[in-house]
Nanobody, 117 residues
């Protein structure tokens, strides 16, 4: 059974930094693309960043230059380093993995990030 567990969220002031982690279990994830999404209250879930099995990354325009996605395949973990945080980054952050198709098949439970102004 595939499980994703996010951690690292919290409360931070604007301009601060946080690093989110997503630990995967149930199968080796080195061959799969993984991504981070977020959902703010009253809004749809939106794409934040993704990383391919080979380490190639893509970002939403709103986080380019501030967030960095990375992975450690030996630890089955993907990270999201978030710098220069803004109040509009406040959301629940979810990680997902593409296992069977080009869609995200599994999701974690989410971790809350709150940025105060």
């Amino acid at each position: 059974q595939v499980q994703l567990v996010e951690s690292g969220g919290g409360l931070v002031q604007a301009g601060g930094s946080l690093r989110l982690s997503c630990a995967a279990s149930g199968r080796p994830f080195s061959s799969y693309a993984m991504g981070w999404f977020r959902q703010a209250p009253g809004k749809e879930r939106e794409f934040v960043a993704a990383i391919s099995w080979s380490g190639g990354s893509t970002y939403a325009d709103s986080v380019k230059g501030r967030f960095t996605i990375s992975r450690d395949n030996a630890k089955n973990t993907v990270y999201l380093q978030m710098n220069s945080l803004k109040p509009e980054d406040t959301a629940v952050y979810y990680c997902g993995v593409k296992v069977y198709s080009n869609e995200y098949d599994y999701w974690g439970q989410g971790t809350q990030v709150t940025v105060s102004s």
